[in-house]
Nanobody
Framework: VQLQASGGGLVQAGGSLRLSCAAS????????MGWFRQAQGKDREFVAV????????LYADSVKGRFTISRDNAENTVYLQMNSLKPEDTAVYYC????????????????WGQGTQVTVSS
């Protein structure tokens, strides 16, 4: 699976951005998809995950209620809608894929996209 993330940029605190991650392959709906982020000088951290069917999602506490993960299996794309952005959301955001939902959450053995920079100014 090849993943291509896009949609990052510079936004003021309180603003919104929508990230997209386009996946190659014909079995996209078989994969759980997730988003991670890595701020400068920090470890990569889990943000959100969605099951292959889209029926099950999980969020990090730090983004719950502000971010929404969704997917369009017809378009082989997963999205991350980010609202009420805070300066602490500044990071490089990566999309990830794995056949197992919990594997995505654990962050090991995933397919990874190249990352897209999100910068939130105060």
């Amino acid at each position: 699976v090849q993943l291509q993330a896009s949609g990052g940029g510079l936004v003021q605190a309180g603003g919104s951005l929508r990230l997209s991650c386009a996946a190659s392959g014909r079995t996209f709906s078989s994969y759980a998809m997730g988003w991670f982020r890595q701020a400068q000088g920090k470890d990569r951290e889990f943000v959100a995950v969605i099951s292959g069917s889209g029926g099950h999602t999980l969020y990090a506490d730090s983004v719950k209620g502000r971010f929404t993960i969704s997917r369009d299996n017809a378009e082989n794309t997963v999205y991350l809608q980010m609202n009420s952005l805070k300066p602490e959301d500044t990071a490089v955001y990566y999309c990830a894929a794995a056949l197992n939902f919990n594997q995505v959450v654990g962050g090991r053995g995933n397919y990874w996209g190249q990352g897209t920079q999100v910068t939130v100014s105060s």
